[in-house]
């Protein structure tokens, strides 16, 4: 009973901080997970919990983010999405540790820290290869958005085109790899009913933060989150 309050509390976090950025729901929803279920369960609930808060958050702020599809960051995330979903299928749980460990706490010192990358435009291959990336890790590790966050910081987006490119892709990809892992039988009855117990938790979270969106400073909160999200990736790596 405790760990499922523990577990409601955390996605409450990880949707409001979510609801505010339009990322970083899965790094900080991964290690939780991880300590109460396998690597195909975790990725299963952090892709359907994910799904259902960049719905929640993309209609709140549709008259305020002029939300846009970059077609080829989406596509060849697309072609990314399998294949992560097929090396998830192998890995061990300390491989997985390993991985969303690592990945988890480069994401989130990078975002603390935001290191000045400038690339203008940038080449369309690119593109096609944060694609790819960012689909990758979304089905291997459900976290889709490091790599093409840092691309567009790179190009010199502001925050909100950053959130009307990302989150439409973040969609897609949480999608399609919540209808693979379905396909492969992962979305069981405990991963169902995990989710709806965590569904009003992860609305309440998201819809929190899209409403301060804009209106508040959230520099202070994000430092502290973000640190608290790297502390737990290094966990992960070190368990």
């Not at 989406?74 to 399998?82: A, H, K, M």
């Not at 944060?130 to 890790?137: E, I, K, T």
């Given at each position: 009973m405790l760990s499922n309050i523990w577990l409601m509390a955390g996605i409450f976090v990880a949707s409001w901080v979510s609801g505010m950025t339009g990322l970083a729901f899965p790094t900080i929803a991964t290690p939780l997970f991880l300590l109460l279920?396998?690597?195909?369960e975790t990725v299963a609930l952090t892709a359907a919990c994910s799904l259902t808060g960049q719905i929640v958050s993309m209609l709140l702020l549709r008259r305020r983010v002029a939300y846009a599809l970059r077609w080829?960051?989406?596509?060849?995330?697309?072609?990314?999405?399998?294949?992560?979903v097929s090396l998830l299928s192998i890995v061990s749980v300390h491989e997985f540790g390993m991985i969303a460990g690592s990945f988890i706490a480069l994401a989130s010192l990078w975002w603390l820290f935001r290191p000045s990358i400038h690339a203008g435009d940038g080449h369309p291959a690119v593109e096609i290869l944060?694609?790819?990336?960012?689909?990758?890790?979304g089905g291997l590790i459900g976290l889709s958005a490091p790599l093409p966050t840092i691309w567009c910081a790179a190009r010199g987006l502001s925050k909100e085109r950053q959130r009307a490119v990302l989150q439409p892709f973040i969609l897609i990809v949480q999608l399609t790899s919540g209808v693979l892992l379905w396909r492969h039988g992962t979305l069981d009855r405990t991963v169902v009913d995990t989710y709806l117990s965590l569904s009003g938790s992860v609305v309440a979270g998201t819809a929190l933060g899209a409403c301060v969106f804009r209106a508040v400073s959230t520099e202070s909160f994000m430092r502290v989150t973000l640190g608290l999200t790297a502390a737990s990736g290094i966990a992960l790596m070190l368990r």
């Open positions: 279920f396998s690597p195909l080829q960051l989406v596509i060849s995330g697309l072609f990314g999405v399998p294949l992560g944060v694609g790819l990336a960012g689909g990758l890790s």
